[in-house]
């Protein structure tokens, strides 16, 4: 079975649905591709596996809740 040529527009709708939540499983699934495929080619345009939108967000609000705890309960 020939390999399917992953074309500029394919990968701009990995990043589009990668940016949306998207797994790499589901991607792969819609495109046609395999999963390794669309890792490899959202690693070469900078989007990371660990990076899920509103990743950083939720870090920050963490960051936050804790620091208003901690200001909450300090000891005097």
Do not use: C, D
Not at 5 to 24: A, C, D, F, H
Not at 38 to 53: D, M, S
């Amino acid at each position: 079975m020939p390999r399917k040529k992953v074309t500029p527009e394919m990968i701009e709708k990995m990043k589009e649905l990668r940016n949306q939540g998207w797994s790499y499983q589901k991607i792969a699934a819609k495109l046609g591709l395999s999963v390794m495929t669309v890792y490899n080619h959202l690693q070469k345009v900078g989007i990371k596996a660990e990076e899920k939108p509103g990743e950083e967000k939720e870090e920050e609000k963490k960051k936050e809740k804790r620091g208003l705890l901690a200001r909450l309960f300090r000891r005097k």
